[in-house]
């Protein structure tokens, strides 16, 4: 299943008493909440962390810049072309350096539907090459769902190819400002990658980390490879993480609700299939100590299935 599927599912359950009540604390932009400075230079929007949808704009992750002393560089590039416009117009609120490159934390739409928006402005466009096999595959696809529950805020959007790929790291000379973009390996979905500012001790962490709303576990999403490119996250010792959902935070949090989550879900799974309990049993997993997240009641029971299956297949 991929994001439209996933859209598909969040979108029903939330009309069946799951609804998003977290109001748009941004009402008079396309963009959920107005930029905040993390750290000097470093900026991010915070999305809702519920489901995107029309009040939200499809603004549901985190939209960051960087801002040097020649040119800003945008990490992720919206959800439509008019979601990417009204963050350009914010990033004109704090300088009128140009922007420089967009670079995609992955290929889903969140990420990389507005970037036809950069696009036209004749910004460069970076993603891994897992990322760009994704939406070569699944673009179309993407665009759809957006348009679905977008309607009209999709305006102008069409899809788009980035221009430059990468396979491990690459590293941008923003000015005075240098930027690592570091895939860590598999995670939560293909072609997640980070960006990583050491004169900064921060890290734009994309989806590698979650925290304040439940990480999403697609089927093909490889859990026993994410716990251990997590811990290659987490040795860049940054201080400061921007999420890919969720306000700015530190290691210890995301861990806690990242690898920590993904470590118990697997050591229950795996107590069942050593008692030769099956799927049913899996969906009863006690979640209860990560009730607190948002989007729980959407995806903790569907995460238990797919890693006890995830698990199931690899005891062969």
């Given at each position: 299943?991929?994001?439209?599927?996933?859209?598909?599912?969040?979108?029903?359950?939330?009309?069946?008493?799951?609804?998003?009540?977290?109001?748009?604390?941004?009402?008079?932009?396309?963009?959920?909440?107005?930029?905040?400075?993390?750290?000097?230079?470093?900026?991010?929007?915070?999305?809702a962390t519920q489901p995107p949808t029309y009040e939200n704009a499809g603004h549901n992750n985190n939209l960051s810049f960087i801002v040097s002393n020649d040119g800003v560089l945008v990490v992720n590039a919206g959800a439509s072309y008019l979601l990417a416009k009204a963050l350009h117009d914010e990033i004109k609120k704090v300088t009128d350096q140009p922007i420089r490159y967009v670079v995609l934390e992955n290929g889903q739409g969140h990420a990389m539907l507005g970037s036809i928006y950069w696009r036209q402005l004749?910004?460069?466009?970076?993603?891994?090459?897992?990322?760009?096999?994704?939406?070569?595959?699944?673009?179309?696809?993407?665009?759809?769902?957006?348009?679905?529950?977008?309607?009209?805020?999709?305006?102008?959007?069409t899809l788009v190819m980035p221009d430059i790929s990468f396979s491990e790291r690459s590293?941008?000379?923003?000015?005075?400002?240098?930027i690592e973009l570091?895939?860590?390996?598999?995670?939560?979905?293909?072609?997640?990658?980070?960006?990583?500012?050491?004169?900064?001790?921060?890290?734009?962490?994309?989806?590698?980390?979650?925290h304040q709303r439940m990480l999403p576990i697609f089927p093909e999403t490889e859990t026993l490879k994410w716990v251990e490119t997590f811990d290659l996250f987490v040795a860049t010792g940054a201080r400061h993480v921007i999420p890919g959902h969720g306000e700015p935070t530190d290691m210890?949090?995301?861990?806690?609700?990242?690898?920590?989550?993904?470590?118990?879900?697997?050591d229950e799974a795996?107590?069942?299939?050593?008692?030769?309990?099956?799927?049913?049993?899996?969906?009863?997993?006690?979640?209860?100590?990560?009730?607190?997240?948002d989007t729980?009641?959407?995806?903790?029971?569907?995460?238990?299935?797919?890693?006890?299956?995830?698990?199931?297949?690899?005891?062969?």
């Open positions: 299943m991929r994001m439209l599927a996933l859209i598909t599912l969040l979108l029903s359950l939330s009309s069946n008493g799951f609804a998003d009540t977290d109001a748009d604390r941004y009402p008079e932009s396309e963009l959920y909440s107005k930029p905040v400075e993390v750290v000097p230079g470093v900026w991010t929007s915070i999305g004749g910004v460069k466009i970076i993603a891994h090459d897992d990322a760009i096999a994704e939406i070569e595959k699944y673009g179309v696809d993407e665009l759809e769902g957006m348009m679905g529950y977008n309607k009209d805020r999709g305006l102008d959007t590293t941008i000379h923003l000015g005075d400002i240098p570091i895939y860590f390996g598999p995670a939560h979905s293909a072609g997640d990658i980070s960006l990583y500012l050491p004169k900064q001790d921060v890290i734009i962490a994309g989806d590698m980390a979650f210890a949090t995301v861990t806690r609700e990242t690898k920590d989550y993904l470590i118990y879900l697997q795996r107590k069942l299939l050593d008692d030769d309990l099956g799927l049913d049993e899996a969906y009863q997993i006690d979640q209860s100590a990560y009730r607190h997240l729980f009641e959407e995806l903790a029971k569907k995460n238990a299935g797919r890693i006890f299956q995830e698990l199931e297949l690899d005891s062969f």
